[in-house]
């Protein structure tokens, strides 16, 4: 691969481990504690922050209310606050895209990216998750983000002749991963038939294909690619951003496939790889990092990435591809299906990949040596598409 | 080498109360600033948007949509017009975008009857004594006022010329603390940016920005927006380039006339500059016309129109654009535009 221009470093990366309540913790107080984290990973003060950024989803998702004027008081670089990125799920990757263009500009040093979420203070998470649904074509019988992996996942299953159990495997592999990830939510394994004996909730989509509903907080610090760290330096060689933006009743027209084949996703992957001269991700990709809430979307997203290298993902891992041990795990940390606090999914995936390319990942480090991944995000039901390629 | 980056077209509409839904609003401004800079939707690199969750109620994905950025890359980042500006201009300069669609709306005349703003506040310390952004409005008024910085009677005169120039019905008489609070509207505006070659064209470029933040309740003394204002000018990249001669006009907008007012005029004390009366808020400013925090883009695109018909002969001149938003105004950008020498 031609070496690609860096266009940041990320510095420094911090999360909490993510629960399903954090009733120790205000908004505000997640967010001072990450921030501090993240300095403290990147070996910093807070003097030398001179931007700040918050990724955050909807607020409706939170618990919480327009945090940023009363959230970000004392946080590193509070005074030069540069905005709130909003990209529902996807939110890190643009935030960390920005905050690279922010230096690369010579308009800041370093930047600090947080974000938090508290969902278990939210009233209504479906009711909120409902608003991404078209009142006229997609509200008119019961839509929420289940159905509408349910509808993907039984496109899926119909267009590639797979069956739940195909479609299981998945889970397995992130539930395995989770059970070695200090900060996923659910850390127990689980096996095909305890996937399969799941409570089903909108067919063929049953609890344990599902992300749960989680509390959690992420940052990190992005400086000049050229900065000298005291570890292997990480930076971003190339992001793409892709926006299907139609609501899936819109969608569901002939010549329209990419709600189930995520052809809008392999856009956004196509303008990454090519700011980051990877030609081939198949075999010039060492890891990958997938924001999939529901385990039918990290197969379609494996497919999309070019990760599969043209075959059907969940055969593949079937037959043992995208493992930890494999030549390309994808999801080693488990994923967002182990813990999916929404607003910081995207740094997650993000700090997931810098640590496995650092290789301090702990238990959960991939044994291969890890030089090039790709971190890919989707926001709202598969409508806003981001992927970076990080690289060590 | 960081690129520099040119408004080729914008467009931007303000009314009490759209007559029509706000997407055909909000498509409608877009074709327009697409059209006076003379390009098409297939041209945009990237989408930027500043659309704010508490002003539409609508998701990004629908938000994506409306602005046109179907098929292209995306950027939401609503928290302010300037911040939602300084992103499109970072992205053109670090080389990551070369053509930019920025839009921005709001219907600001949904919190006519009920301003529920009140969720901006701190939960824990603010709203439980009723700390609201119009209780902050009148605690920061009040300040200004006993610190001499402003009187009742000039705000009101103040609000009162601004709500002529735009064109909308002034509160008059019948509310004469209307220059506490945003005069709330809808809105829309649309910029076309890209990345210029300032010795060729004759456009209008944004030639620097600077930001400044205060978190909800400032501490001290700082309740002052032109303080604020000031540090935003003195944290633009190329400080050390001050402009070459004095700005021929400024757009401000801010979530109330006194803020908005005592920003332009602090700011103005402490520069060396003469600017003329009418051409501060030729527009009639953001207080007068508020649909929240994308309110800011309606001002940079007036901005740039001025800019462009400008009478200064073959001269560069320049302009200043300060946006001030968040519930006292204390998230503040402000961002210098320069002509080189009239119509391109």
């Known amino acids: 691969v031609t070496r690609a221009t860096p266009l940041g470093q990320i510095l420094g990366v911090a999360q909490l481990p993510m629960r399903t309540r954090q009733p120790r913790f205000t908004y505000a107080d997640l967010l001072g504690r990450v921030a501090h984290e993240a300095l403290a990973d990147a070996q910093l003060e807070a003097k030398d922050i001179d931007g700040l950024m918050i990724a955050l989803s909807p607020t409706t998702l939170l618990g919480i209310d327009e945090p940023y004027y009363w959230g970000l008081a004392g946080l590193p670089g509070a005074d030069r606050f540069i905005g709130r990125v909003q990209v529902a799920a996807a939110s890190g990757i643009p935030s960390l895209r920005l905050a690279c263009a922010y230096i690369a500009a010579r308009r800041a040093k370093r930047i600090l990216i947080v974000s938090a979420d508290l969902a278990d203070e939210s009233p209504s998470l479906g009711g909120a998750i409902g608003q991404l649904q078209d009142p006229f074509t997609d509200r008119q019988f ?51 038939d305890e996937v399969l004996a799941s409570p089903p909730m909108a067919w063929p989509i049953k609890r344990l294909d599902s992300s749960p509903r989680t509390s959690g907080a992420a940052a990190i610090v992005v400086g000049p690619p050229d900065q000298e760290t005291h570890r292997r330096p990480v930076c971003a060689t190339g992001f793409g951003s892709f926006v299907s933006g139609r609501n899936i009743g819109a969608r569901m027209v002939p010549g329209d496939s990419s709600y189930f084949d995520g052809s809008d996703l392999a856009v956004a992957g196509r303008k990454a790889y090519a700011m980051a001269n990877v030609t081939d991700p198949a075999t010039q990709i060492d890891l990958a990092e997938v924001y999939a809430s529901f385990g039918v979307i990290e197969l379609i997203s494996i497919e999309a990435l070019g990760l599969a290298g043209g075959s059907n993902a969940a055969r593949r891992l079937g037959e043992g591809a995208f493992m930890r041990d494999a030549a390309l795990p994808v999801n080693p940390s488990g994923g967002a299906t182990c813990g999916n606090p929404i607003s910081s999914a995207g740094l997650i995936r993000i700090i997931e990949a810098v640590h496995q390319l650092r290789g301090d990942g702990g238990e959960r480090q991939v044994k291969r040596p890890v030089d090039r991944a790709v971190v890919s995000a989707i926001g709202g039901t598969f409508q806003s598409h981001e992927v970076t390629v990080l690289q060590a | 080498m960081t690129k520099t980056v040119e408004i080729t077209g914008a467009a931007a509409c303000t009314s009490r109360l759209f007559d029509n839904p706000l997407e055909f609003v909000v498509h409608d401004i877009v074709v327009d600033a697409l059209t006076a800079a003379n390009t098409s939707l297939g041209a945009i690199d990237m989408v930027v948007t500043a659309a704010s969750d508490i002003m539409d109620g609508v998701m990004v994905a629908t938000r994506s949509e409306i602005a046109g950025a179907c098929g292209r890359g995306f950027m939401n980042v609503p928290s302010s017009a300037g911040h939602a500006l300084a992103a499109a201009i970072a992205l053109i300069e670090s080389g990551q975008a070369e053509t930019i669609l920025l839009v921005g709306w709001g219907e600001g005349s949904k919190l006519r009857q009920h301003d529920y703003r009140g969720i901006l506040a701190n939960p824990f310390y603010d709203r439980p004594v009723g700390g609201d952004p119009a209780a902050m409005a009148r605690l920061q008024a009040q300040r200004l006022k006993a610190d001499g910085h402003l009187t009742e009677a000039d705000m009101e005169q103040y609000l009162n010329v601004m709500a002529q120039r735009t064109q909308h019905q002034a509160p008059g008489e019948s509310d004469p603390l209307a220059w506490l609070a945003p005069q709330w509207c809808d809105g829309a505006a649309a910029l076309v940016l890209r990345a210029g070659a300032l010795p060729e064209s004759r456009g209008v470029f944004i030639s620097d920005f600077g930001v400044a933040f205060r978190s909800y309740c400032p501490s001290g003394d700082d309740l002052d927006p032109a303080l604020w204002v000031r540090d935003a000018f003195e944290h633009r990249r190329d400080r050390q380039a001050l402009p070459g001669q004095a700005p021929v006009l400024i757009e401000a907008s801010a979530p109330a006339a006194f803020c908005e007012a005592r920003a332009v005029r602090g700011f103005l004390s402490g520069q060396k500059w003469h600017v003329a009366e009418a051409q501060i808020n030729r527009s009639g400013g953001g207080a007068a016309a508020h649909f929240g925090p ?51």
């Open chain 1, 142 to 192: 019961p839509r929420n983000a289940i159905v509408a992996a349910a509808v993907q996942m039984s496109g899926y299953m119909a267009a590639h002749g797979l069956d739940e159990r195909d479609m299981a495997h998945v889970i397995v592999k992130n539930r395995a991963n989770g059970a070695a990830n200090i900060y996923a939510q659910l850390r127990q394994a689980v096996t095909l």
């Open chain 2, 294 to 344: 994308a309110t800011g883009l309606h001002g940079l695109a007036r901005a740039s129109g001025f800019l462009a018909d400008f009478e200064a002969g073959d001269d560069p001149h320049c302009g200043l654009v300060i946006d001030l938003a968040g519930p006292i105004g204390q998230s503040v950008t402000v961002a210098m535009l320069e002509s080189r020498g009239g119509p391109s």
